[in-house]
C-alpha cells in the first residue's frame, strides 16, 4: 500500500475498502441462511462471539484498567452494537439485503449531514429521501414492520458512530471496539442459548453464522487495519458508499431478491448522496487543518488518531 504513485495507492486503498464492504454483506447474504432455524437474534449472537473471539487476542485490552468515564461509552457503544445488527439482521429476514442495507445506510449519511448545516446538505438529503421512496414505494402491502427494522438499524448505526467518537478518545487503538463487541456478545449469547434450546437448530445453520461472522466482521476489520491509516477520509467514505450497491447486487444474485428497476434508481440516489457529501465536505476539512496548522507553526506534524478512523469499524 505504500508503493506507486499517489494515484495508484487511491485506487488500490478503494479497492481494499470495497472489498471490505464487499465481504460484510456477503456476510449478511450467509448469515441469512440459517434466520429460518436460528431466527436474526441467534445469528447475530454467534456473530458477535466470533468477532469478539477475533477482536480480543488482536487488541489484548487492559480493561482492569478502564475508568468510569471510558465504562459508560462502551456499554452505550455495545448497546448500538448489538441493537444495529440485530435491527438489520431481522429487517433482512423481512425486506431483503439492498433494501435494508441501503435504509441502515441513512444513519452514517445523517451523521454527516447533521454535522455540516449547509445548504448544499439539504440537496444531499433530498436526494437520498427521494432515493428511499423509489426503493420502498410505501403503499397498504409495504412492510411496515420490515421497514421500521431497518429505520432502527440506521438510529443504532448513527449512535455508534457518535458514541465511537467519545470511546475513541477515551480509549487508545481499537480496545474500544473489542471490549464494545465482546459486551454485545454477551448481552446476545444468553438469548440465542436459549433459541437454540428451544428450536434445536441443525449444524449447518451454526456453520452459516459463524461465517458471517468471518466475512462480516473479521475480514473486514483486518482489511480496514491495512488501510485505514494509508488512505483519506475520502477515499474510505467512497468505499463506504459501494455497501448499498453490494448488498443489493448479492442480494439479486445469491438470494434471488430480484428488485425493480425504479428500486435501483433509488438505491443509486443514496450512493449519490453519500458521495456528494463526501466531496463538498472534504474542503471543508481541509481548510480547517490547514487552519489549526497555522496555529499549532511547527511544533507538530502528526495526525490524530480520529481524524480518519472514528466510526469506521462495525
Not at 473489542?178 to 434450546?197: G, H, Q, R
Request: glycine share 10%; proline share 6%.
Amino acid at each position: 500500500m505504500t508503493s506507486g504513485t499517489p494515484g495508484t495507492r487511491t485506487l488500490r486503498g478503494f479497492a481494499v475498502i470495497s472489498t471490505s464492504a464487499l465481504s460484510t454483506q456477503s456476510g449478511a447474504a450467509v448469515g441469512s441462511l440459517a434466520f429460518s432455524t436460528m431466527t436474526p437474534v441467534g445469528v447475530v449472537a454467534v456473530r458477535q462471539l466470533v468477532a469478539a473471539l477475533v477482536l480480543l487476542p488482536m487488541t489484548r485490552p487492559r480493561v482492569w484498567q478502564f475508568t468510569r468515564s471510558q465504562w459508560w461509552p462502551l456499554a452505550l457503544l455495545a448497546f448500538f452494537f448489538a441493537g444495529m445488527n440485530t435491527a438489520l439482521y431481522a429487517a433482512v429476514e423481512r425486506v431483503g439485503l439492498g433494501t435494508a442495507v441501503t435504509i441502515e445506510f441513512l444513519g452514517p449519511l445523517a451523521v454527516a449531514l447533521t454535522s455540516g448545516r449547509r445548504p448544499r446538505d439539504a440537496v444531499c438529503a433530498a436526494l437520498a429521501l427521494c432515493g428511499v421512496v423509489l426503493l420502498t414505494r410505501p403503499g397498504p402491502t409495504s412492510d411496515l414492520l420490515g421497514l421500521s427494522f431497518a429505520v432502527l438499524a440506521a438510529v443504532c448505526w448513527a449512535g455508534y458512530i457518535v458514541t465511537n467518537r467519545v470511546v475513541g478518545q477515551r480509549l487508545p487503538g481499537v480496545q474500544g471496539t473489542a471490549v464494545a463487541t465482546t459486551l454485545s456478545a454477551c448481552v446476545t449469547v444468553p438469548v440465542a442459548a436459549l433459541i437454540v434450546w428451544q428450536a434445536q437448530p441443525p449444524a449447518q445453520a451454526f456453520f452459516f453464522a459463524a461465517v458471517a461472522g468471518i466475512l462480516a466482521t473479521a475480514v473486514p476489520y483486518s482489511l480496514d487495519l491495512i488501510v485505514l491509516r494509508r488512505i483519506s477520509p475520502v477515499v474510505f467514505g467512497l468505499g463506504m458508499s459501494m455497501h448499498p450497491f453490494f448488498a443489493a447486487l448479492i442480494g439479486l444474485v445469491a438470494l434471488s431478491e430480484d428488485l425493480p428497476l425504479i428500486a435501483w434508481v433509488g438505491i443509486g440516489l443514496v450512493i449519490l448522496s453519500n458521495v456528494l457529501t463526501i466531496i463538498s465536505d472534504q474542503p471543508h476539512h481541509t481548510h480547517r487543518r490547514r487552519a489549526r496548522g497555522r496555529g499549532r507553526g511547527r511544533r507538530s506534524t502528526s495526525r490524530g488518531p480520529g481524524d480518519s478512523t472514528e466510526g469506521k469499524t462495525r
